[in-house]
């Protein structure tokens, strides 16, 4: 981390404003728009988007919507990470913000998405403590199958009640949920993240240690030698996908590239 700039992948997570859906009151004048609303997601992982479940954000975090795409779209992201993307192309006007309201994370919990290339039909945002405000979009899209920081935070939620009680989060956005075997990966199957968080016993959101060994085995193991076991790349090595997803991503309009 910190050496040179990081390339991420902007996921276009739709807000679903049908009728009836959760939305805060300052994002009411989009419900009945043609204008697309999104949690702009940033991974470093883009090939791995079929395994999503849930989406993250900081629940203290500061948010905002912005007008930030070129075609009308609405991010909901970091004012630190729109200002970024608006001298990255992504603005109507070369470094211009337009930003519609503040937000904070506390509005977002339980917003209902509709995730790119996931299997599961609507996921739904969740609050984890360890997202940072300071990196990306502050918005983090979660495959806890792949991913030890995603699989402990969705544990947390469904070990404990007090938890979902505190951050208002109500059982059908986190019991449901399971995590969706996507990528084979050397030594630890099909379920990476899962099993190197038994192996590691990490015990919460907050071990940090024992995530920090976790994460370091998986991303290495998986990326450099997983094999994708979903998707019209099933049968690809991770490493060899990885790009071609992201481009196919990129020209469907589903992700925007994002670099800091
Ligand atoms: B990755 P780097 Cl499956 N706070 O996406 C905390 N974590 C953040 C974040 C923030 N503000 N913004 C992005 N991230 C996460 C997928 C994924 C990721 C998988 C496996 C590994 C992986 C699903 N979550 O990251 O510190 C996002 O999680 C491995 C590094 O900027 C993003 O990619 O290097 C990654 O951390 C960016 O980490």
């Known amino acids: 981390e910190g050496v040179g700039p990081q390339d991420y992948t902007i996921i276009k997570l739709e807000v679903i404003t049908a009728p009836g859906t959760q939305l805060p009151a300052a994002l009411e004048q989009y419900r009945d728009q043609k204008k697309g609303l999104y949690l702009a997601a940033a991974t470093l992982r883009p090939e791995t988007m079929y395994g999503q479940t849930n989406c993250w954000v900081q629940p203290d975090g500061e948010y905002g919507a912005f007008e930030v795409s070129t075609n009308g779209d609405v991010f909901i992201c970091t004012e630190r990470s729109a200002r970024n993307m608006c001298y990255q192309g992504l603005s109507p006007e070369h470094g211009k913000v337009s930003k519609v309201c503040d937000l904070r994370g506390w509005d977002l919990i339980g917003l209902a998405l509709r995730a790119p290339n996931a299997m599961i039909e609507t996921v739904y945002v969740l609050p984890l403590l360890t997202v940072s405000a300071a990196k990306g979009t502050g918005v983090v899209t979660s495959v806890p199958s792949d991913a030890p920081d995603d699989f402990r935070g969705l544990q947390d939620l469904k070990e404990k009640p007090a938890l979902r009680q505190k951050f208002g989060v109500k059982d059908e956005w986190v019991l449901p949920f399971e995590p969706v075997p996507i990528i084979d990966t050397p030594d630890f199957g099909p379920l990476a993240a899962v099993t190197a968080c038994e192996q590691y016993k990490v015990q919460s959101q907050n071990d940090r240690d024992a995530l920090a060994k976790a994460k370091e085995e998986v991303y290495k193991k998986g990326f450099y030698g ?34 800091e």
């Open 226 to 259: 997983g094999v994708l076991t979903v998707g019209p790349h099933k049968g690809e090595s991770v490493e060899k996908a990885k790009p071609i997803i992201r481009d196919e991503m990129l020209a469907a309009g589903q992700a925007v590239a994002y670099a």
